[in-house]
């Protein structure tokens, strides 16, 4: 395996702490580990075993005729095994080489998002998740969206942040413009690693610049704008509401004008390396932030309830139709905008799912996707209805 730890001994011994910590402070509280693997799963449940040999205070915990018993399972074992807290441990780690070979068993075949999505579901109060790597180790460009590793990822960064922020929306294939993928080709060339169309919230980034070391960490947004699409008052102010919520988001942003880049392109390129190196720098001076090195501890986090988002305001007067080529494109934006009203992170796809409903459809089908994907993209490309003042 290339010398990649198909079950993480540090998370074994970290799981076991765990397990003894909650049966001796919250014995009153039922628990369960759910594992990625066969073979994690199997080396927690020795590890507990020997554990219980030397802590036989806390059997009555561990009673197998209780009603709601403590388990170990694999994840394609857990359906309807609720418990008041569940620990969720990756077993998957990096090779000797520090680098974090895509082999994640289950989450990789059909059905393995699903899986996943059933498991961080499990708990009723409380899910700890315990991995030896972090979602900035897990490199954005080789995740395939719709899959088990793609939620995987998202739910790292969720639990990194205690619950508080959900992750960011995967790259895209809408295709880059004539200025857009100069500058890309252009940064690239110079030593910036980029990738292109990010999705974040109802927003979309030109390009997003890569820690150098930890592919997964973004560090830069990089917007390219055309003089004549942000020439109008309209524009200026959407860019710069747009360019205050991603900073509230997190995100550190650069802006390259055409004009600029092509009457003086020199000058352009060294303002987009200094503000990458300066993003670069920040970031790996809060050494509180910094994922865990390989050699390092296990993340250990606790994901509460989400914080409730704002409400929506009333919903558009948009009728249902039998047809998605019955509704004009105003229809449709205007529900879109009225979606997104909440101030709720959302990936095109979680949008395409809520748009279904409003519009009296059952299904997508390729037809409706088509439609509704053109308008999303159009949504946040140009101006349009919108619901409610900004």
């Not at 009555?60 to 694999?74: G, M, T």
């Not at 961080?120 to 790597?133: D, I, K, L, P, Y």
């Not at 670069?280 to 994922?291: A, H, L, N, Y």
């Amino acid at each position: 395996m290339d010398g990649q730890e198909e079950s993480s001994s540090a998370e074994v011994r970290k799981v076991t702490e765990l397990v003894l910590e909650h049966a001796e402070r919250h014995p009153q509280e039922s628990l369960g580990v759910i594992a990625m693997g066969i073979r994690h799963a199997d080396r927690v449940q020795r590890a507990m075993d020997e554990a219980l040999e030397e802590h036989p205070e806390l059997e009555s915990f561990f009673d197998q005729e209780l009603e709601e018993r403590f388990f170990v399972k694999n994840l394609e074992r857990v359906q309807g095994d609720e418990r008041d807290a569940i620990i969720l441990t990756v077993g998957y780690g990096k090779d000797r080489g520090g680098n974090l070979p895509f082999r994640f068993g289950p989450l990789l075949s059909e059905g393995g998002q699903r899986r996943l999505n059933v498991a961080v579901t499990r708990a009723r109060q409380r899910m700890t998740v315990v991995s030896s790597f972090s979602h900035f180790d897990m490199d954005l460009a080789r995740v395939r969206p719709g899959t088990g590793v793609e939620l995987l990822r998202y739910y790292l960064q969720y639990a990194s942040s205690e619950g508080r922020r959900l992750a960011d929306a995967a790259s895209t294939d809408y295709p880059l413009n004539e200025f857009e993928a100069e500058v890309y080709d252009v940064l690239q060339s110079k030593g910036i690693p980029l990738i292109s169309q990010v999705g974040a919230s109802r927003f979309r980034i030109d390009l997003v610049a890569k820690h150098p070391t930890e592919p997964g960490r973004f560090v830069l947004a990089i917007e390219c704008d055309g003089a004549s699409y942000h020439s109008s008052p309209t524009a200026r102010d959407r860019d710069r509401l747009r360019q205050q919520q991603l900073e509230n988001l997190g995100w550190r942003f650069h802006r390259i004008w055409s004009t600029d880049w092509f009457m003086r392109k020199d000058e352009e390129i060294q303002r987009a390396l200094t503000a990458y190196n300066k993003a670069v720098e920040d970031i790996e001076s809060r050494g509180s932030s910094k994922p865990p090195s390989p050699s390092g501890g296990i993340a250990d986090r606790k994901v509460g309830k989400p914080k409730a988002n704002p409400t929506r305001g009333p919903r558009p007067r948009v009728p249902s139709y039998d047809s998605i080529t019955d509704f004009t494109d105003g229809e449709i934006l205007e529900l879109i905008n009225w979606l997104n009203s909440d101030g709720k992170l959302r990936t095109d796809d979680e949008i395409i799912e809520e748009l279904l409903p409003e519009l009296g459809f059952a299904r997508r089908g390729p037809r409706i996707e088509a439609v509704l994907r053109d308008l999303l993209y159009r949504s946040k490309t140009q101006p349009g209805p919108s619901t409610k003042p900004i």
